[in-house]
């Protein structure tokens, strides 16, 4: 029966192998995964291990934690306004050190030791995040109003060591037309990066199980409308609520499906990619439900 299970295993591994190779996966990493070296150091690993297999890698981080440091380290107080940083210009000197100068780098190193290549970049690199305020009472918070690829794509065709092109790692920053530098949500610069290039699955990892329904309970599986009921009754707050609005806006703009996964799950993203055992919350514009259903009464 080992034997029997092993096997099953390994046919399942590489029906997932054959299936992701030659697509785009946007992996979004939160700024509290990237607080251990050792974390980083093991996501990296897994990184380049999925893009072993032919798959095409673009990263999108954060860094609130870190921001939150250097802030206290200056004697400035912030606040959150549903989930996203409320930025003076003063702060907005602070994030975009700390994203570009502290956390990219960090990312683009760890999967460089990997074997992997990376390169980092901005939002304001080659105007790739152009933006405009999200609010007043926001401050230098930027709503994308366009995702230029150029950039991007310039470098996921750069010929790379093992053959495989380089991986882009964006730090949420953006620009406006003026010149002026925008602190975006790493949320939302994930999910407008992801429709930009046409991909179809995106992952965030976080430090939580997934999302959790009124009771605590981790909902394995949700769709549009189920998320939208979550927004609307409040069941998610702080900063997964703004990560459910963008995973909406994702689906209803092109991406297929999006995972939350928790990153100090040993593997998570190889679990969750190349077995049968689903984790974490997986996110879809209609779930498999209501399309068998509509298979049934076609």
């Known amino acids: ?52 297999v032919g798959i095409s890698l673009v990263v999108v981080h954060g860094g609130g934690p870190a921001i939150n440091r250097e802030l206290t380290s200056k004697g400035i107080a912030w606040e959150f306004v549903e989930g996203q940083r409320v930025t003076t210009p003063e702060m907005m000197e602070v994030i975009e050190m700390v994203l570009c100068g502290q956390v990219n780098r960090k990312i683009v190193k760890a999967l460089n030791q990997t074997g992997a290549s990376a390169v980092g970049i901005s939002g304001t690199d080659g105007q790739t995040l152009l933006c405009k305020p999200a609010s007043a009472r926001l401050g230098l918070v930027g709503s994308i109003e366009k995702v230029n690829t150029t950039f991007i794509d310039s470098i996921r065709k750069t ?29 939302w610069a994930a999910s407008r ?51 459910t609005k963008t995973i909406l806006h994702a689906l209803k703009n092109g991406v297929t499906e999006t995972h939350i996964l928790n990153a100090r799950r040993p593997h998570s993203l190889i679990e969750e990619l190349f077995t049968d055992q689903g984790i974490g919350t997986i996110c879809r514009l209609r779930s498999r439900a209501s399309k068998q259903k509509e298979l049934r009464y076609a």
């Open 193 to 243: 990066v992801a429709q930009a290039l046409g991909v179809k699955k995106m992952i965030f990892l976080t430090d939580q199980d997934g999302i959790l329904g009124e009771t605590g309970q981790i909902l394995q599986e949700l769709d549009a409308g189920e998320l939208e009921t979550l927004i609307e009754t409040g069941v998610v707050k702080g900063g997964m609520l703004a990560k």
């Open 159 to 187: 010929p790379a060591k093992e053959g495989f092109s380089a991986i882009p790692v964006v730090a949420p920053i953006g620009i406006s037309r003026t010149g002026t530098t925008f602190n975006i949500n790493a949320d």
């Open 1 to 52: 029966m080992k034997t029997l299970a092993r096997s099953h295993g390994v046919l399942a591994t590489l029906g997932y192998v054959k299936r992701f190779a030659g697509t785009s996966l946007l992996v979004k990493i939160g700024g509290a995964a990237l607080e251990e070296a050792s974390l980083v150091k093991r996501i990296c690993e897994d990184l380049h291990l999925i893009q072993s």
